[in-house]
């Protein structure tokens, strides 16, 4: 029963090997175990899957009980296969903790799902702030308009809890974007609590309350046991900052209510712990006087704090920078701190959100993907020996130039952050001739084309692992063939210029690499030179 959904255990009895688990994926996981340990199967790459082939196999005696460390999922944008070989416990937000909610089954931002404005906006104004982009947590002060939205926000949750027995999980998430209510109700509270969360807490409490009163019921009518479900907000943007909990026990959140935590504003780059890494967000003062910049706390007291709010804790980070997806963002370091830290302080899912929308990536991103699935199914890993056997495992003969390129990068952005000149944020302008000198781009070409140089000894002997390799190398070449384009299109004849991008065009058409940004295709950017 400690297995959870996603742990096994492997054992041999008498001259047998057995697998128990109590889903399918958990059955899975243990298979990857079973062959890590009979033909040293490990997945790198959906072409770099390396294990021993060999004629004869001998059993080794088995007894390995593991789960995973947190319940998480994919961080960038994986296939099936990936997501399965590397252990995820899914590869899309519906794992069995999840419940597929809202009236338009999305899994967050969802609360104008629950109460649409085209169905209540007329009738109900009151339901929602100013500009109608998320709701008013207090109906603008009318009490009965309150109970009216809370009644018609149940149906949803109840109906949809009751659609999926085996789920345990409901979403009730503000929306993606940093509005607030500005009606004299809220500023009132804001003003009262010291957070904005604070209404927030008080809404959902109550959607707790009522939501555990109806599985009471049901079990009851039923003569089963009580199902355990939890709703869980989000904690993001204007709502991110933790409410009093001392001086007011009543924003504590019910026992089955929880945090979905999303500091947003925080440096990836940095640790939870350093005390440069702060999280911003907009604040009132006792006057009454908001200032969206008017919040700041130090990001490891931030989440400290919210682990004191509720039992209940899930965690959504980010390893990546939205507006470039092309350049590198330094938080590989980091991020094994990162997941420790946060378990250290109840966190139990995680999801640290990189480039979500695209299949494939360049800088290093699928370093990233390899340490979060590590990292967050054991967070005892050290990136030294993932680092070796990543690129053992994924450059083959490849790895001592491809793992200088990377060491040589890492170091570089690493010098740029500690002499100020490069932000950690999420949404930072990283595309700056003085962050990208040519002659270091140059020689990190050189290191590509070292790599290139390795494999040829596969080119005729083995045409698939060549390939494979191949692929590996040039994904990482993306993006140094985006800033030479970028950054010094001025020092290349016009015909060069064309042949550079027809390239690029090529190879990332060819990888599966679709964004220049969250929100920008490669087409595009390409066009924009």
């Known amino acids: 029963d400690d297995l959870g959904a996603n742990g096994y255990a492997v054992f041999t009895t008498n001259n047998s090997v057995f697998i128990k688990a109590n889903s399918g994926k958990g059955v899975y996981n243990g298979a990857i175990e079973f062959l890590k340990h009979t033909v040293g ?57 999840y419940l597929n909610q809202g009236k338009n089954k999305v899994l967050q931002h969802n609360t104008l799902s629950y109460l649409p404005v085209t169905e209540y906006g007329t009738a109900h104004p009151g339901w929602y702030n100013s500009d109608k982009s998320d709701l008013c947590y207090t109906a603008h002060g009318d009490s009965s308009e309150l109970e009216r939205m809370l009644q018609e926000a149940m149906k949803t949750m109840t109906a949809v809890v009751d659609a999926n027995p085996e789920r345990n999980i409901i979403t009730f998430s503000r929306m993606d974007n940093s509005k ?57 943007q204007e709502t991110v900052e933790p409410p009093d909990v001392q001086n007011h026990s009543e924003l504590k959140c019910q026992p089955n209510v929880g945090v979905y ?36 706390m130090q990001t490891g007291e931030l989440i400290k704090a919210w682990s004191g709010v509720t039992d209940t804790l899930w965690m959504w980070m980010y390893n990546t ?40 990536q360049t800088g290093f991103t699928h370093f990233k993907q390899y340490i979060n699935a590590k990292a967050l199914w054991d967070t005892s890993v050290e990136l030294e020996d993932l680092k070796k056997a990543y690129f053992n495992g994924c450059y083959d003969v490849a790895a001592e130039p491809m793992r200088t390129f990377f060491g040589e990068l890492q170091a570089h952005l690493k010098s740029l952050e500690q002499q100020g000149s490069m932000d950690g944020g999420i949404y930072f302008d990283s595309e700056k001739a003085a962050y990208w000198p040519q002659e270091t781009l140059n020689r990190w070409e050189g290191y590509i084309n070292s790599a290139y140089e390795a494999i040829k000894i596969y080119e005729t002997a083995d045409p698939v692992i060549y390939a494979g390799l191949a692929k590996q190398i040039k994904r990482e070449s993306i993006f140094l063939q985006w800033e030479q384009l970028y950054l010094y299109r001025s020092r290349f004849t016009g015909d060069e210029i064309a042949r550079r991008k027809t390239q690029l065009a090529n190879d990332c058409a060819e990888l599966g690499i679709t964004l220049y ?11 924009s030179l």
């Open 517 to 527: 940004s969250e929100g920008k295709t490669v087409e595009e950017a390409l066009n």
């Open 321 to 360: 920078n939205f507006h470039h997806y092309l350049t590198p963002y330094n938080s590989w370091e980091t991020m094994i701190e990162r997941y420790r830290f946060c378990k250290e302080n109840n966190a139990s899912f995680m999801f640290d959100q990189g480039q979500w929308n695209t299949p494939e």
């Open 261 to 296: 935590l999303a500091p947003v504003n925080s440096s990836y780059n940095l640790s939870f712990e350093d005390t440069g890494n702060v999280e911003t967000y907009g604040k009132y003062d006792q006057n009454g006087t908001y200032n969206p910049n008017g919040g700041r």
């Open 180 to 236: 607030h209510c500005d009606c004299d109700s809220c500023k009132e509270a804001y003003k009262k609590y010291g957070s904005i969360s604070a209404t927030t807490i008080l809404f959902v409490n109550q959607l707790g309350e009522r939501l555990q009163q109806h599985l009471e019921e049901e079990a009851k009518r039923e003569g089963t046991a009580v199902r355990d479900v939890k709703i869980l907000f989000l904690a993001y």
């Open 41 to 97: 199967y490990e997945f790198y790459a959906e072409e770099r899957i390396v294990f021993e082939r060999t004629a004869f196999l001998k059993l080794p005696d088995f007894n390995i009980i593991d789960r995973p460390d947190y319940t998480f999922v994919p961080s960038n944008g994986v296939s099936d296969e990936e997501a399965l070989s590397l252990r995820y416990c899914s590869n899309n937000m519906m794992e069995v903790s």
